[in-house]
């Protein structure tokens, strides 16, 4: 049963942006640290970037600077801004409520050079 709905996947020349987002129940969103991991065809799942209930976040070295995550908490939504983006960043992108360990289903993103 998907709990975690992600949104906003798909093709992108580098250097453009793209915006994802991820929905969930209240009663998992409230309280609960959110995240965005992705996965490149050959390559382990990495930590992309992690939220707090009251906003603190986290980056993997790989996108500070360039990618920003934020959360409304009044729509149980976590938002994951990506920019400057390169075609290493090519992967498929998944939501986490790291409290219950839910997983979204994932979204593609694909860069092009």
């Known amino acids: 049963q998907v709990q975690l709905v992600e949104s906003g996947g798909g093709l992108v020349q580098a250097g453009g942006s793209l915006r994802l987002s991820c929905a969930a129940p209240?009663?998992?969103?409230?309280?609960?640290?959110m995240g965005w991991y992705r996965q490149a065809p050959g390559k382990q799942r990495e930590m992309v970037a992690t939220?707090?209930?009251?906003?603190?976040?986290n980056y993997g070295d790989s996108v500070k600077g360039r990618f920003s995550i934020s959360r409304d908490n009044a729509k149980n939504t976590v938002y994951l801004e990506m920019s400057s983006l390169k075609p290493e960043d090519t992967a498929v992108y998944y939501c986490?409520?790291?409290?219950?360990?839910?997983w979204g289903q994932g979204t593609q993103v694909t860069v092009s050079s």
């Open positions: 986490i409520a790291f409290r219950g360990g839910y």
């Open positions: 939220i707090t209930s009251d906003g603190n976040t």
């Open positions: 209240g009663s998992i969103f409230s309280g609960n640290i």
